[in-house]
C-alpha cells in the first residue's frame, strides 16, 4: 500500500496551501482517511478526518480554516488550509483508517508546511 503526498511548502501567515494524497494501491472510497501533523518536538496530532459516509471531524484549531475532501475517481485526498498560521508550522501526513476503531493504519511519507510571520 503506498501513499504519496505533495503540496506542502513556505507560505507567510494568511496565506493558503493545498496538501494532496494520492494513494497508488487503492481506492479510497473504500476507507476512511485523515490528515495528522506533526510539529518539532510534539506528538502526532490528527487534523481533519473523512468517514465513508462524507461525515467530517476536524480539530478545534483549524475548525473553519481546513477542509478536507476526496476525490474518488482520482484516488487523491486533499487538505485546503486557509488563513494560515506559525502555529500550522509542522510535517503533514496523510492517512487511511480503520472506520471501526477511527486508528490509521498506513501512512504517506510526509510533506513539510512552514508558516512565516
Known amino acids: 500500500v503506498q501513499l504519496v503526498e505533495s503540496g506542502g511548502g513556505s507560505v507567510q501567515a494568511g496565506g493558503s496551501l493545498r496538501l494532496s494524497c494520492v494513494a497508488a494501491a487503492y481506492s479510497y472510497s473504500i476507507y476512511c482517511v485523515g490528515w495528522y501533523r506533526q510539529a518539532p518536538g510534539k506528538e502526532r496530532e490528527g487534523v481533519a478526518h473523512a468517514k465513508r459516509d462524507g461525515t467530517e471531524t476536524y480539530a478545534d484549531s483549524v475548525k473553519g480554516r481546513f477542509t478536507i475532501s476526496r476525490d474518488n475517481g482520482k484516488n487523491t485526498l486533499y487538505l485546503q488550509m486557509d488563513s494560515l498560521k506559525p502555529e500550522d508550522t509542522a510535517m503533514y501526513y496523510c492517512?487511511?483508517?480503520?472506520?471501526?476503531?477511527?486508528?490509521?493504519?498506513?501512512w504517506g511519507q510526509g510533506t513539510q508546511v512552514t508558516v512565516s510571520s
Open positions: 492517512a487511511a483508517e480503520d472506520c471501526h476503531s477511527d486508528l490509521p493504519f498506513d
